[in-house]
């Protein structure tokens, strides 16, 4: 085998889920494919989330001598606290009509949320352009966010060309001049976006204006 398949094979494995005993975690940050009897699934493992993902099934009913697979998802870090939200809302208004941007991190020695801006390299009402926060070794990028402006929050395609390549939560503030601005929020897994319906109402209540200011 060509040592360059061998470099890819070990970093992005592929693994037989058992049958009769439990799939054991990854011990470590990466991603590997797992095979099942009930189709094909992604695990990726991150100091701040576990989540497996369904990828598709079988075309022909093959018997596969395999066990079963299923969605999981573990947020190892917990919820991001709602005043980070309330931060940024603030950090949008006073940007305002341009685009902002920051990043939520975690700190896996401490267990602590911090809210951390981006450099920021040309911003207008309608585009974004920074540079990726330098983070230390202990901690990890949870969340992406950035502004809309006077715009409501939504994820364009130029978001998900951003976002494809990246395990992160990614949060869109827009109606930035409002009391109440809207939201957005989806997990963002490797090019599967996973649209979150139901923001919490707690950002809702730190990113209102009187709460922001």
């Not at 005993?21 to 099942?36: Q, T």
């Not at 809309?148 to 060309?161: M, V």
Request: charged share 20%; proline share 7%.
């Amino acid at each position: 085998m060509h040592p360059a398949d061998v470099t890819l094979q070990q970093s992005f494995p592929t693994v037989m889920v058992p049958r009769f005993s439990r799939l054991e975690p990854m011990d470590r940050p990466g991603e590997r494919l797992l095979i099942a009897a009930n189709g094909v699934f992604f695990e990726i493992m991150r100091p701040w989330l576990r989540a497996i993902r369904y990828l598709g099934g079988f075309q022909h009913r093959t018997a596969i001598p395999y066990g079963d697979a299923m969605v999981e998802t573990d947020l190892r870090c917990g919820r991001i606290p709602a005043h980070l939200i309330g931060q940024f809302a603030a950090m949008a208004r006073a940007a305002y009509p341009k685009e902002t941007g920051a990043w939520v991190v975690w700190n896996t020695m401490t267990q602590a949320f911090r809210l951390v801006p981006v450099q920021i390299l040309q911003h207008s009402a309608g585009h974004l352009k920074y540079e990726r926060p330098v983070l230390t070794k202990d901690d990890v990028l949870v969340m992406d966010c950035h502004s809309h402006g006077r715009h409501p929050a939504f994820f364009s395609t130029t978001d998900d060309e951003d976002d494809r390549h990246d395990v992160k939560f990614s949060f869109v503030l827009g109606n930035c001049a409002a009391s109440v601005p809207s939201m957005a929020l989806r997990l963002c897994a490797k090019g599967i976006f996973e649209a979150i319906e139901r923001v919490p109402a707690e950002w809702y209540a730190a990113a209102t204006l009187k709460a922001a200011s």
